[in-house]
């Protein structure tokens, strides 16, 4: 991926699915994977939601229980909000999949996220 990236590719693009490298990465399990898209590619790839699910890169890595990816996505500032089709958030995803820990760890990223963007809303 890095060679092909390094040669002109696109790490950004979406298939016919709408799912990005991302979302394959994450589907893989593959942290380095995961740790070189979100160093190399736009930001705005964190949100993008596929198609079918209208799932996030984050929303299948709480699904699959991946706290480390999980980690990665919420520290490179992947919304803890945004929902799937079915109304969803990452920290639902999880309580779904019975991973307690990382649901409890999304729900108090969730707060964080929530404080931190009505603050920058009051400074403006």
């Known amino acids: 991926m890095q060679e092909l990236h390094l040669g002109g590719a696109d790490i950004s693009a979406q298939d016919s699915s709408g799912c990005t490298l991302l979302h394959h990465a994450v589907t893989a399990g593959s942290k380095e994977s995961v740790r070189y898209i979100l160093d190399n590619a736009p930001g705005d790839l964190l949100d993008v939601a596929e198609d079918l699910h209208g799932e996030t890169a984050l929303h299948r890595a709480a699904s699959l229980c991946q706290r480390t990816i999980c980690h990665f996505l919420v520290e490179a500032g992947a919304s803890l909000?945004?929902?799937?089709?079915?109304?969803?958030t990452p920290k639902n995803r999880a309580e779904k999949a019975c991973d307690a820990e990382l649901a409890a760890y999304l729900e108090n990223r969730q707060h964080y996220q929530m404080i931190q963007r009505e603050d920058q809303e009051t400074a403006v």
């Open 81 to 88: 909000m945004k929902t799937d089709l079915q109304g969803d």
